[in-house]
């Protein structure tokens, strides 16, 4: 079973992170700019989703916002250069313009945010969600970065399904190179590692 998360809970962690945030002087009252930095692109369910949500949440706020959202388009794009050429296009449109929390939808925009060098908003902090990497988790600086990380149950996935279809001979794993679906992976691979049978085919 997959574990989502509500946009509340985001928004929540937005917040108080936004107030902890150590060395960062950021308005006290008035309009609050808030960038959501998607992954994917719109018309992909989850990020239609996650997007209304946000939205919804923030806009019923006591502080007014001023809501400004990007989409990397990874899925679909998912190359080195691409998103070499999203951060310079984001580096172009908000120069100049202070951030007040920034929401990171997925693997691609967190990466994206805590690239090496010189950080892209590097001033503003980061709520990242949908994260599955735990490499890429545990290498987000603590001082801007903090989430909600997506989990899988496997164990109790694949249980279930074998309990439906005890006669399965193998399990295929189909994945495309996403780096969030690259993450998906190494935990099927993890898990194939510790159950004799059935065997598992990656493809």
């Known amino acids: 079973m997959l574990l989502r998360f509500h946009p509340a809970a985001v928004v929540l962690a937005l917040c108080s992170f936004a107030m902890a945030c150590p060395g960062q002087e950021r308005p006290t009252a008035g309009r609050k700019e808030i ?16 997007n209304r949500g946000l939205r919804s949440v923030l806009e019923a706020q006591q502080f ?37 929390l920034i929401v990171a939808s997925d693997d691609d925009a ?36 903090t989430g909600l990380i997506e989990v899988f149950q496997l164990d109790t996935l694949l249980n279930r399904v074998l309990s ?15 780096p969030s679906n690259a993450a998906h992976r190494k935990m099927l691979i993890d898990l194939g590692k510790r159950r004799s049978a059935p065997p598992f085919e990656y493809l």
């Open 110 to 145: 967190a990466t994206l945010l805590a690239q090496p060098g010189e950080p892209l908003f590097a001033q503003s902090p980061v709520v990242f969600c949908g994260v599955s990497g735990m490499g890429l988790v545990e290498s987000l600086p603590r001082s801007r970065f």
């Open 64 to 100: 007014e916002t001023e809501i400004w959202v990007e989409y990397l388009d990874t899925r679909r794009v998912p190359s080195p250069a691409h998103l070499t050429q999203e951060r310079e296009r984001l580096s172009r449109k908000y120069a100049g313009r202070t951030l007040d």
């Open 35 to 50: 960038l959501i930095l998607h992954s994917y692109h719109a018309g992909y369910n989850w990020t239609d989703e996650l």
């Open 164 to 178: 439906v279809l005890p006669l399965t001979s193998r399990i295929v794993v189909v994945t495309d190179n996403a």
